[in-house]
């Protein structure tokens, strides 16, 4: 009895020990024959890309081989192109003149208000249009990139906001704020109010009422002046460091899970004339294994 009990648990053991492995995905994709032109695969814009698949896999992902969702640039990298900011601004109420200022630096080396105020600023208040009224203004295209030195530098922007007592203080409301990184094949985005709203630094009077304050938010900032008894106020609100050079992996769209049926095909629309690289990648996995298989078809899209 205790010699088939101890044959129990050395097979329990053993189950336990074995890992979970998993097959190579046994995924094809092909096109209709028919569509070949000059051995290239060939479609007119407009037309729908219908990419048939035998075999199977658990999972599958798809690169278009558009711009933004290539395979070959699935990893983040670093490229610095023209730096461009812009934003939209209003100045309600008051007459008040020279209230708001735009600085940037890259060279910010805390973010205590000593070193915030005695920072190597740059004022850039001057290269762009600000409003004068409750009418919106855009800025215009501010190129910055004369303040980074390379695709590995940071970049802070701040506003300063001065009001002064003895007169209405203006309301300063800032909109569509946006910094690119302008690259002859692509624009990047690299900080928007939306992405940024949780980031934002401000330094100022702290007895002023919330409102006295920038105030942060996913659509706009805002600070606003006080009535013409109020004190005289100098408040900053600063950007995150903007790392202005990065430049994200491309995407894959998910066309299949493990839960998912077996699927027979793909369709797909490509909104451009153009040559595209189309990739999937197919994948079986567990907690112990994966394996995969990547497959790549030249599309050719013309007008």
């Known amino acids: 009895m205790k010699r088939n009990f101890l044959i129990i648990l050395a097979f329990i053991a053993a189950s336990c020990s074995k890992t979970m492995e998993v097959d190579t995905p046994g995924l094809k994709v092909s096109i209709d024959a028919a569509r070949l032109v000059n051995d290239t695969f060939t479609f007119k814009v407009g037309d729908t890309t219908r990419f048939l698949f035998s075999g199977d896999a658990g999972n599958i992902s798809f690169y278009s081989g558009e711009l933004g969702k290539r395979y ?7 490229k610095l192109g023209n730096v461009i900011f812009s934003f939209s601004s209003t100045a309600q109420f008051g007459t008040q003149t020279n209230t708001l200022t735009v600085l940037a630096t890259n060279k910010l080396p805390g973010l205590d208000s000593v070193s915030v105020m005695n920072a190597d600023w740059t004022d ?31 970049l802070f922007i701040a506003l300063k906001y001065s009001g002064v007592t003895g007169s209405t203080q203006r309301t300063w409301t800032i909109t569509n704020w946006l910094v690119n990184n302008v690259l002859p094949e692509r624009t990047v985005a690299v900080s928007t109010l939306a ?52 430049i994200p992996g491309d995407l894959a769209t998910g066309i299949k899970s493990i839960i998912d049926p077996a699927k027979k095909e793909h369709l797909y629309m490509y909104p451009a004339a153009g040559i595209y690289k189309a990739t999937f ?12 298989v990547i497959r790549e078809i030249i599309i050719k899209v013309i007008p």
């Open 72 to 78: 070959d640039s699935r990893s983040a990298t670093k």
């Open 124 to 154: 850039i208040t001057s290269r762009a249009a600000l409003a004068t009224s409750a009418t919106l203004v855009n800025s215009g295209n501010i190129n910055l990139t004369d303040l980074v030195q390379n695709e590995s530098d940071s």
């Open 195 to 246: 992405d940024d709203v949780a980031f934002w630094t401000r330094y100022g009077n702290v007895y002023f009422p919330a409102n006295g304050r920038w105030t942060p938010g996913a659509t706009s900032l805002v600070l606003t002046g006080g009535a013409a008894t109020a004190a005289t106020n100098t408040n900053w609100i600063i950007s995150k460091p903007i790392y202005v050079g990065r």
């Open 281 to 292: 990648v197919a994948f079986n996995h567990t907690l112990d294994d994966e394996k995969s």
